[in-house]
């Protein structure tokens, strides 16, 4: 049985695409109504797991000009019009809160590390019914103080084995920790921490890149991970 188990949410737990793809349009339109990102770029760049400052730099027209001032105004902006429209378009991924049911009496704890912005995922938790399964102190995203994008180790080695050892009197042996995600930056993550990993063919992830990896597990859907874990 594993000792701990990690969940990407983008495209792992939760749909998200569409309301990612929706609001990159939408930021465009109220910051630089004059160009339209091409709909393969957006969808290549979800693919990839990109961050949103990366995101958006790959997608303006005048990369040289998109200074951390600008960054950081797209991203707000992002967020903002994210929380108004993107959140209806989420819904988890069929089987999500059976999956989080069937953890809970086994006493795995359950963390979510996500390039996304905390607030955000605690709202879509909340919103399909999923708020109390996982500790708010295990939801690592964006701006979580310690952390960084995957397939940085850091979320795990500086935030969550600290958090688990001093507040859950948890001491995290890699080697039983199952990470499930559907990009090659979830792969690597786990490669990079030692642990185990799924991979979710039905997520956003680009399919011969991740092959290539070899992840441990491979799964079509949510169901499929009770027993890997368990």
Request: include cysteine.
């Amino acid at each position: 049985m594993m000792s701990l188990a990690i969940f990407d949410f983008d495209g792992t737990l939760f749909d998200t695409h569409e309301s990612i793809s929706q609001t990159i349009k939408l930021t465009f339109d109220d910051l630089l109504p004059s160009h339209t990102p091409p709909q393969s770029e957006i969808h290549r760049l979800i693919a990839s797991g990109a961050g949103l400052a990366d995101t958006f730099k790959a997608l303006h027209p005048s990369p040289v000009e998109f200074t951390l001032i600008t960054e950081n105004e797209w991203i707000e902006k992002y967020r903002a019009l994210y929380a108004i429209h993107g959140q209806l378009l989420i819904k988890a991924f069929p089987g999500a809160k059976d999956l989080l049911t069937k953890l809970n009496p086994h006493k795995i704890p359950i963390a979510i590390v996500s390039n996304k912005g905390v607030a955000a995922v605690k709202t879509a938790l909340e919103r399909n019914g999923l708020d109390g399964y996982v500790p708010d102190d295990l939801i690592i995203g964006d701006k979580t103080p310690g952390a960084k994008r995957k397939p940085d180790p850091a979320s795990f080695v500086d935030v969550l084995v600290p958090v688990l050892r001093e507040r859950y009197g948890v001491e995290v042996d890699s080697g039983r920790v199952l990470v499930v995600g559907d990009t090659v930056a979830d792969v690597q993550f786990a490669r990079n921490i030692k642990s185990r990993v799924c991979w979710c063919r039905y997520g956003y992830g680009d399919r011969e890149a991740c092959q290539v990896l070899k992840p441990d597990f491979v799964v079509d859907s949510l169901g499929e991970v009770v027993g890997i874990a368990v």
